[in-house]
């Protein structure tokens, strides 16, 4: 019995790597430099960039077996399908590695991030119906059998994930042993990477012209007597509120726009979910939801529109408020197009979602150019408005209430947040900021405006001077300080600090030599804003110079520049 399961499963995996060879061999290089990056911790800009564009990799290739499996196309136009591919990601690899070279990811390059994940999975959904012989239920027949065994596939390996965890706390703790805790990261790696991507592959669709509307029981009622009640409650409260906020002078909250997302993106399942089995004799539940639900959609997208122009004239664009409302303006069009349309087809409205993705994350006008442009409008006024840019110059101000210091700080730090500082240089032309480059908290106190109380929640800056000259007695190594992702020198010694992470790594000729927490000397650095920070290792002591630091509201270390000096133990000279 043990070895015809054994044979099954094996014979099973070699049929998924047969059909999905370049998507297998991408899980596999994502698993490795993953594991590589966690056993090393050098997570230096390559690997980081491989790993990023890893799901960028899994779903091109997919979508590149699938759309060769349909098509039927020759061998020739199979291989140049594959080229176009390599050349993708090739390129996507070469522009992240430089981003991250650089150090100049922000929240735009995270936008242009996920708009390049989404696009991918976009064609996935359409990619074996590129042909005449078309019909929607097979299209909605292949997306739902996709997710079915996406999500089937992840509860799978989240069981195998938790049994195998469990097992190998048992065996430390029956035979006493110390085992790393890294085993629990890498063996959910490994799941996650190879486990998940094999069950998710061997239960993926391979008949893309089946029209069944039967379904899994378990899956019918979870979608049906689970999904719709929920989307009906949510839907009326929804109703409700944004037609009370017409009447009110009263923004959305932040929170609320999160939960209208979330609220659109879930409906919007379950509606397409329960329209790809509408037509089952005994469904009648996913029929009557599926009309009225694009008959609801239709004011719902509208009031939230209005809501969201009052926001917007008042706030100005943010990303949030972009996505929202462009997702609120698709589910407006799709819902008019399947209820007035005589030919549907569900084509149509990927390729609608693929260009309103497309424009809103890589468009001249996308969610983070608008974000700056708004934003920066709103500073400008802002700043005319309190006397600090006068005639389009800056000037130096005083007595700036709370409110509006507290307004400009957040001002600027999104700006800041999204690589736009330059703005300032346009202003700035009496060089009152002392740059470019320029410091968030230097721009504050040229500006006149201290930091708000809450400032510190966000980020915490020390400025330091320039270092012009270091008493250097009793050290023998002055040693660079260097950031997380920048290479470690072959020879000699280096301090590296972590993006978001509470200590320090001492190097010595390109290893690893020390891990050296900093939590536990970190306040007094913090009240005293001293600019020499001691700490003590079991090779030495070191002597840090801080020339800027910026923390988050953890207290762990985002960026920092200085020097470092190094005393050694006399055992170790």
Known sequence: MVHSFISEAINAVKTVVKRFPFTILWAIIITISTLWGIQTEDWNSSLVALIMIGGLGLSTTLAGHVFNESSHKTPKWRWLTWLCILVFLGFHYWHWQGVLEEEIFTICSAVFYSGMMVLPVILLCIAPFFH??????????????SFISYVFSAVLSLILYAALSLAIVAVENLFDLNIDGQIYLKLLVVIAGIVWTLLFLQGFPGNFKEEKTEVYPAFRFIIQYIGIPIVIVYAIILIFYATANL??????????????????????????????????????????????????????????????????????????????????????????????????????????????????????????????????EILQEKLEEVGLLQNGKLQPG????????????????????????????????????????????????????????????????????????????????????????????DQGY????????????????????????????????????????ILNSSHGQLKIHIQYVEMNRDDYIINMEGIALFKINNNEK
């Not at 005449?132 to 059998?145: G, I, V």
């Not at 930091?451 to 660079?480: D, L, T, V």
């Not at 280096?494 to 000397?521: C, N, R, V």
């Open 132 to 145: 005449n012989e078309y019909k929607d239920q097979s299209l909605l027949t292949y997306n739902r059998d």
């Open 494 to 533: 280096a301090l590296m600090h972590h993006w978001q992470k509470p200590y320090f790594t001492l190097y010595q000729d390109g290893k690893e030599l020390e891990i050296i927490d900093y939590i536990s000397q970190l306040n007094k650095v913090l009240l005293e804003e001293t600019k020499e920070w």
């Open 247 to 376: 009447f009110r002078n009263e923004n959305m909250d932040e929170w609320i726009l999160w939960l209208i997302l979330w609220f659109y993106i879930i409906s919007f399942l379950i509606f397409v979910l329960n329209y790809s089995i509408r037509n089952h004799p005994n469904y009648s539940w996913s029929k009557w939801f599926c009309k009225w639900y694009l008959i609801a959609a239709i004011p719902i997208s509208f009031l939230n529109i209005v809501g969201l122009w009052k926001s917007i004239s008042t706030n100005g664009v943010t990303e949030l408020t972009h996505v929202l409302a462009t997702v609120s303006l698709f589910i407006l069009m799709t819902s008019s197009y399947l209820i007035w349309s005589r030919k549907k087809d569900f084509r149509l409205i990927l390729a609608l979602a693929f260009l309103m993705v497309l424009v809103s994350t890589m468009g001249p006008v996308n969610m983070c150019s608008a974000t700056i442009h708004s934003q920066s």
């Open 398 to 489: 005083e007595n700036i209430n709370t409110d509006d210091q507290r307004k400009i700080s957040d001002l600027l730090g999104i700006l800041s947040n999204r690589g736009h500082f330059q703005l300032l240089q346009k202003w700035d032309q009496d060089n009152i900021l002392n740059g470019p480059p320029y410091i968030p908290y230097e721009v504050l106190e040229n500006l006149g405006i201290s930091q708000p109380e809450n400032f510190r929640n966000n980020h915490w800056f020390i400025q330091g001077e320039m270092i012009q000259e270091i008493n250097i007695e009793g050290y023998q190594k002055i040693i660079p300080l260097i950031n997380q992702g920048v290479q470690v020198p």
